[in-house]
């Protein structure tokens, strides 16, 4: 069994260690994950200038490139066998509701299930300091049944986990993605040479209350297992416009 780990919190996260030790106990791991913190590039590519890797101790590589960018080298190059697996994570923040748009993390899985591997992208929804040991444990939990159970197609699985300790959380629930609140705000200052210049911000994700959603699972001392189709497509709108006059 091979098993590609990814990130977008890069080689320094935390939480590479604890999952690279339990995923080891069902393969063979390769690590390949961006040089520095590379959270939020989404899925994005690093087109217009070359990439450099960087080998540290066995099967573990850094990229000066997004989350994107290493399970593409991982697959093209890097790895002399296709991986069984892919995980991304454990990433140090929630990646719920829409915010998976935003995620390198959620990227770099759904990468992943493209390249052809069943895929999961595991957050832990806090951002206090944690040891990652149980997140980890039950990442390779989910890893070993979903291999079991060879879910294979280009299906992605967003875990988030509770930021409690493990004798609180109360189990696992399959739920869809939930609804953010947008409160994001640009914050302007101004440069000593008299220039105004902008920081993306705001306060943590706020969201809407609705059950079966991966927010209230979080909330309520749940796991939440979402899986997520690649096909974006709007059936319902498709089933609308064929009403409209597109005559050319
Ligand atoms: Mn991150």
């Not at 829409?98 to 390249?115: C, L, R």
């Not at 990442?139 to 493990?166: C, D, I």
Request: proline fraction near 6%.
């Amino acid at each position: 069994m091979n098993i590609l780990i990814t990130n977008d919190d890069g080689i320094h996260a935390p939480a590479l260690i604890p999952l690279e030790r339990e995923l080891s106990q069902l393969g063979r791991v390769t690590v390949v994950v961006p040089d520095r913190d590379q959270s939020a590039t989404s899925h994005s590519l690093t087109l217009h200038r070359p990439l450099r890797i960087h080998r540290h101790d066995s099967g573990r590589f850094s990229i000066d490139g997004t989350p994107t960018d290493c399970v593409l080298i991982a697959y093209h190059g890097l790895l002399d066998h296709r991986p069984d697996l892919v995980v991304s994570g454990i990433n140090h923040g929630p990646n719920m509701g829409e915010d998976v748009f935003y995620s390198g993390t959620v990227a770099a899985a759904i990468e992943g299930a493209m390249q052809g591997a069943p895929s999961i992208a595991a957050s832990l929804a806090g951002r206090e300091p944690n040891d990652f040991v149980d997140a980890s444990h039950f990442v390779r939990r989910l890893s070993a049944e979903m291999l079991r159970r060879k879910f294979a197609g280009k299906r992605v699985l967003n875990v988030n986990l509770p930021p409690l300790p493990w004798s609180s959380i109360l189990g696992v629930q399959l739920t869809r993605l939930g609804t953010r609140v947008y409160s994001d705000a640009l914050i302007e200052k101004v440069d000593p040479r008299g220039r105004a210049y902008y920081w993306i911000g705001g306060q943590d994700p706020v969201w809407e209350r609705q059950p079966g959603t991966d927010f209230s699972a979080v909330t309520e001392g749940y796991i939440s297992v979402t899986p997520l189709a690649l096909d974006l497509t709007d059936v319902q709108a498709v089933g609308e416009m064929r009403q409209w006059n597109l005559e050319t």
